[in-house]
């Protein structure tokens, strides 16, 4: 049974910082693209990184360039991600995902993964 597993969400003022981790298993998630999205309320969830199968390529969405970095861990299945400078436009739930295509690249496109996690609820607040 494939499972993402995510955490370290929580609640942080302006300007602070989080480390989210998505722990994989019941798959060979070494080998395939990792993203991580987001939905605030009242909006789709969209994709804020992303990093390819060997950590050779990431991609970022613009409102988190210079302030969010994607990693992973491919001899412990996990994934992370470190957000600074966090923002109150952060405030949302963030979703790991596993990629479907082995051997691939960064990818922004949400039709190409096909597991997710539960989501980890991140708030900034003033």
């Known amino acids: 049974q494939v499972e993402l597993v995510e955490s370290g969400g929580g609640l942080v003022q302006a300007g602070g910082s989080l480390r989210l981790s998505c722990a994989c298993s019941g798959r060979s998630f070494s080998i395939h693209p990792m993203g991580w999205f987001r939905q605030g309320p009242g909006k789709e969830r969209d994709i804020v990184a992303a990093i390819g199968w060997r950590g050779e390529s990431t991609y970022y969405a613009d409102s988190v360039k210079g302030r969010f970095t994607i990693s992973r861990d491919n001899a412990r299945n996990m994934v992370f991600l470190q957000m600074n400078s966090l923002q109150l436009e952060d405030t949302a739930v963030y979703y790991c995902?596993?990629?479907?295509?082995?051997?691939?690249?960064?990818?922004?496109?949400?039709?190409?993964?096909?597991?997710w996690g539960q989501g980890t609820q991140v708030t900034v607040s003033s």
């Open positions: 995902a596993a990629g479907t295509f082995k051997f691939g690249r960064a990818t922004p496109k949400r039709d190409e993964y096909d597991y």
